[in-house]
């Protein structure tokens, strides 16, 4: 339930069509509807984005994360939802990814046979250039944004409102409690940390084999 994409809109809009669907009589399902989810199915694709090969068939990533700094020096794991509209961005790695890392991939998402091959071998591959669209501008002030409106607002960061965001990837609360701790007062400072990582799992446990990591401070006090 904490782990994997809850897509709440996607929910939402599945259960109206399947509501409508069962309050139809199979009499009044028309020729023109039929045609129109055939064509749909087969034609779908060349108007909205469709996946190739699948979600999470490569485990070969550049991985973005953030930190807070704490006055008394600590790094502490910031949960992406914590970014309101932009953690889904964050989940999808879509952020800046300095040159020499390696591919940025949406949700492990591979668009060719060469790219699978790469990413399920955890091949040497690195990209010069990234396509994400983001800078590291961007990341700056993104960071500053949301620290500035975290101290306009400062019950949400020290009730941990942020939870409540309707998030796709919705983190599990457990794994940051030491950044639930923390209020507002206590952050003088943020890090934007890339890794370009091979993850696999070890006894039932989530193993990060980090090949390249970046670093970036953002000093908000």
């Not at 904490?2 to 929910?11: D, K, P, Q, S, V």
């Not at 069962?22 to 909205?48: A, D, Q």
């Not at 591919?103 to 060469?114: H, V, Y």
């Not at 990209?127 to 961007?138: F, H, I, N, R, Y």
Request: net charge neutral; glycine share 6%.
């Amino acid at each position: 339930m904490t782990l994997g994409a809850l897509f709440h809109f996607w929910i939402a809009v599945n259960l109206i069509i399947y509501t409508s669907a069962w309050r139809l009589k199979e009499n009044e399902i028309t020729s023109m509807m039929k045609l129109v989810c055939v064509l749909t199915v087969m034609f779908g694709h060349t108007i909205f984005y469709t996946n190739w090969l699948g979600w999470l068939d490569g485990a070969k990533l550049a991985s973005p994360q953030f930190y807070a700094v704490t006055r008394d020096g600590r790094d502490v794991w910031v949960p992406q939802v914590y970014y309101g509209i932009y953690s889904y961005t964050i989940a999808q790695a879509a952020t800046y990814v300095p040159e020499g890392h390696f591919n940025f991939r949406i949700g492990g998402n591979n668009l060719n046979l060469n790219d699978w091959h790469d990413a399920t071998s955890c091949g040497p591959r690195t990209a010069e250039v990234q396509t994400t669209g983001a800078t590291l501008k961007d990341m700056e002030h993104l960071v500053r944004d949301t620290h500035s409106f975290m101290l306009r607002h400062p019950y949400i960061k020290n009730d941990n409102l942020y939870y409540f965001y309707p998030h796709h990837m919705q983190p599990n609360p457990w794994m940051f409690r030491e950044f639930n701790r923390l209020n507002i007062e206590d952050i003088v400072g943020y890090k934007y940390v890339v890794e370009s990582v091979c993850l696999t799992l070890r006894d039932g446990q989530l193993v990060r084999d980090v090949k390249k990591r970046d670093e970036y401070r953002f000093d908000v006090r």
